[in-house]
């Protein structure tokens, strides 16, 4: 029992997921979550509970809860794309036959469709066009017949709704300092040498 307490509470210490439960996706300061669990909506739908303006979100749609996100614009969203992949930020597309960093995205986010061309993960962002449409990113996987693809410039009619969209939200986080991080990671082998003595 003191064995299972120790290695829960080594977990937790350490930030690592318990339980079964996937790690959050943090990329810098902000936690992005996962395109799965919001697709299947509009982008009017979002909009009722997302600030198409700022971003922030209160309220839900269905059993989604938005409430505490940020709905990321696409130049936030080229800023992600820009740091895992070899997008150029801002809004852009990039598309690169045999390329290796398709996959290499999907080891951090899951695809919210496997179709015959490979993986793909999309979803809506809060930045609206003339008319009614707004800016859909997305990231393809390729299968080798398809080029791996990358762009937050694709847009879409506003009232599309699609199993294959989610919406891209964010929320910050806090980046421990060094020095808290080594202070845990000290406690943490201290209590393993400790319980190694009593052996």
Same mark, same amino acid.
């Given at each position: 029992m003191k064995r299972r307490f120790c290695m829960i509470a080594a977990a937790l210490l350490l930030g690592l997921p318990v339980f079964g439960h996937a790690a959050p996706i943090v990329i810098g300061d902000a936690q992005w979550r996962e395109l799965t669990e919001t697709r299947g909506?509009? =982008?009017?739908q979002v909009a009722s509970v997302c600030d198409f303006r700022t971003g922030a979100c209160d309220g839900r749609i269905g059993e989604i809860d938005f409430?505490?996100?940020? =709905?990321?614009?696409? =130049?936030e969203v080229g800023d992600l794309f820009r740091t895992l992949t070899p997008h150029a930020g801002g809004v852009a597309r990039l598309f690169e036959q045999d390329a290796y960093w398709g996959s290499l995205f999907f080891n951090v986010f899951a695809p919210t469709i496997h179709a015959g061309f490979g993986r793909y993960a999309g979803g809506w962002t809060r930045t609206a066009i003339k008319g009614n449409r707004a800016v859909r990113a997305?990231?393809?996987?390729?299968?080798?017949?398809r080029a791996d693809e990358v762009n937050n410039a694709l847009t879409a009619r506003m009232d599309t709704r699609h199993r294959a969209n989610g919406v891209w939200l964010y929320r910050s986080v806090q980046v421990p300092e060094p020095g808290a991080l080594l202070l845990v990671m000290a406690g943490v082998a201290g209590m393993v040498a400790a319980r190694r003595r009593r052996l």
């Amino acid at each position: 029992m003191k064995r299972r307490f120790c290695m829960i509470a080594a977990a937790l210490l350490l930030g690592l997921p318990v339980f079964g439960h996937a790690a959050p996706i943090v990329i810098g300061d902000a936690q992005w979550r996962e395109l799965t669990e919001t697709r299947g909506h509009s =982008w009017y739908q979002v909009a009722s509970v997302c600030d198409f303006r700022t971003g922030a979100c209160d309220g839900r749609i269905g059993e989604i809860d938005f409430t505490g996100w940020t =709905w990321a614009s696409t =130049w936030e969203v080229g800023d992600l794309f820009r740091t895992l992949t070899p997008h150029a930020g801002g809004v852009a597309r990039l598309f690169e036959q045999d390329a290796y960093w398709g996959s290499l995205f999907f080891n951090v986010f899951a695809p919210t469709i496997h179709a015959g061309f490979g993986r793909y993960a999309g979803g809506w962002t809060r930045t609206a066009i003339k008319g009614n449409r707004a800016v859909r990113a997305h990231v393809i996987d390729g299968n080798g017949l398809r080029a791996d693809e990358v762009n937050n410039a694709l847009t879409a009619r506003m009232d599309t709704r699609h199993r294959a969209n989610g919406v891209w939200l964010y929320r910050s986080v806090q980046v421990p300092e060094p020095g808290a991080l080594l202070l845990v990671m000290a406690g943490v082998a201290g209590m393993v040498a400790a319980r190694r003595r009593r052996l």
